[in-house]
């Protein structure tokens, strides 16, 4: 089992940046693969990026194509996500969750959840 804590969510200027953190518990960080989704007020939860168990292997969704990049560090079992030139529509809270097999896009095939770090853009 792993549990999941996620930080660095704040208020930001459109066009800013941020860089969430995503901290896991245990020894077994490198056999999960982790996917960050965001959930709006109103919206189903999305999935934003995932990254392989090596992380040799990076997905985005579209929307963030080009502007958010996933990393982790195994050896500090610590997942990230660079969020450059961001917009009002990246408003959410957003998740980090861990599966252990590939990296998907489905949040309900992922099997452990952080509680969730606030992130609002400003116009």
């Known amino acids: 089992q792993v549990q999941l804590v996620e930080s660095g969510g704040g208020l930001v200027q459109t066009g800013g940046s941020l860089r969430l953190s995503c901290a896991a518990s245990?020894?077994?960080?490198?056999?999960?693969?982790m996917g960050w989704f965001r959930q709006a007020p109103g919206k189903e939860r999305e999935f934003v990026a995932a990254?392989?168990?090596?992380?040799?292997?990076?997905y985005y969704a579209d929307s963030v194509k080009g502007r958010f990049t996933i990393s982790r560090d195994n050896a500090k079992n610590t997942v990230y996500l660079q969020m450059n030139s961001l917009k009002p529509e990246d408003t959410a809270v957003y998740y980090c969750?861990?599966?252990?097999?590939?990296?998907?896009?489905?949040?309900?095939?992922?099997?452990?959840w952080g509680q969730g770090t606030q992130v609002t853009v400003s116009s």
């Open positions: 969750a861990a599966r252990g097999a590939i990296p998907i896009m489905s949040p309900s095939l992922y099997d452990y």
């Open positions: 245990g020894r077994t960080f490198s056999t999960y693969a």
């Open positions: 990254i392989s168990r090596s992380g040799g292997s990076t």
